[in-house]
Structure formats: C-alpha cells, structure tokens
C-alpha cells in the first residue's frame, strides 16, 4: 500500500480544446484562450477574490423558468455541463496561481497545441491578450497608473491585439515569429503581477 502523506492533490487543468469545448456553456462568446487571458489579468493585478469574480464572468447565475415544457430534464443537463465546467476553470485557476506563486514564477497562456494549424495557434494567442487586457479592465486599471516599464506592456499588448490574422501561413518564419510572442507576454504578463501583484507577497 502506498504511503500517503495526507496531502490532498490538486485536480489536472484542462488542456485548451477540453476547456474550449466546456466553454460552450458561458453566454460569453470567446473561448478557453480568452478566458485565460482574462484570470491572468485579475491575477497580474492581485484582484480581491480574482477567482470567483473570474467564474461570476464566465459562468453568471441563471434563474431556471417553469415555462419549458420538458424543462426540468434540460435544466439538469445544463446544471451539470455548468458544473463540470466550473470544476475545469477552478483546477485551472489553481495551476494557475501554483505557477506564478511557484519557485518558477510562471504565467503560462493556456493556448491551443501543436496540432492545430499556425494561424488558429496565433488566433489562440490574440485572445489570450485580449482576455488579459479585459482582466485589467475589470478592476478598473488605468494604464496611466501603471508604472513606464508596464505602461510599454500595455501598450505592446494592444498593439498585438491589432496583428492582422487573415492571411497567415505556416512557414518557419512565422513559427519562430509566433514562438518569440508567446515568449514575450508570458514574461510581459509576469512583469505586470510583479509590479502590481507580486510585489506584496515576493
């Protein structure tokens, strides 16, 4: 029997198509890339209770109505992929925080995988910073209060918003490109939470 040290392990996040396909249940319409993007910017900002206000945004109360014949079954249908869903983004938000709080200081953009075609990759990379710039928003950030360092990051990530997707094709050049990017808003993403966030804790 093994030995057990009473610890109790955290559930495995989603990988990006798992999560994407359990998105399907938030009235939001970006999908796991995003939703990411968004966490990261509540975390980078040390937001007051950033998880539960991240799962109020994705995941927002419904009140179920007696109007629907058959209703009930759909309702509880609903409840469950709801459920199933929250439980996803929770171990997410969990890995999530144990990267950044980790000795390796982290911010991971959960993007789509190798298997998907360059420009879905670039797509997935788009949202994410959109979601980030979104997370920012919600608490209410002013770019002008961020310090010159971060204020440049801001800036650098709306400007990416602004990358023309259209006619991508996956040539090497490209892939060193894209790889460079995902490379800079991680360590962007990092810099924000060290300024604003991390500074209290690390």
């Known amino acids: 029997m093994p030995f057990s040290t009473g610890e109790t392990v955290p559930p495995k ?13 938030s009235p939001l319409s970006g999908g796991a890339a995003e939703a990411h993007g968004i966490y990261c910017g509540l975390v980078a900002v040390d937001a007051p209770e950033s998880e539960a206000r991240w799962l109020a945004e994705l995941l927002p109360e419904t009140t179920a109505t007696d109007d629907d014949p058959g209703g009930e079954d759909a309702a509880g ?3 469950q992929s709801v459920q ?10 969990a890995a999530t925080r144990a990267g950044v709080e980790g000795a ?16 879905e990759r670039a797509v997935g990379v788009h949202d994410w910073i959109r979601g980030f710039l979104f997370g920012l928003g919600l ?27 259209n006619d991508l094709d996956d040539s090497q050049a490209n892939e060193e490109a ?3 990017i995902i490379e800079f808003i991680r360590v962007a993403a990092m810099l924000v939470y060290e300024d604003r966030g991390g500074r209290r804790t690390h």
Do not use: I
């Not at 996040?13 to 249940?25: A, C, G, I, Y």
């Not at 209410?140 to 990530?157: C, H, I, K, M």
């Open 139 to 165: 608490v209410g950030v002013d770019a002008r209060t961020l310090s010159p360092q971060n204020r440049e990051v801001f800036d650098d990530f709306v400007e990416l918003t602004r990358m023309d997707l």
């Open 13 to 25: 996040p989603p990988d990006h198509d798992t999560l994407e396909r359990l998105l399907t249940v």
């Open 104 to 119: 390796a200081m982290s911010m991971d953009p959960l993007l789509p995988g190798a298997e998907h075609s360059l420009r």
């Open 77 to 79: 249908a609903t409840d």
């Open 178 to 180: 894209l790889t460079e």
């Open 84 to 93: 199933e869903c929250r439980d996803a983004l929770s171990a997410l938000a």
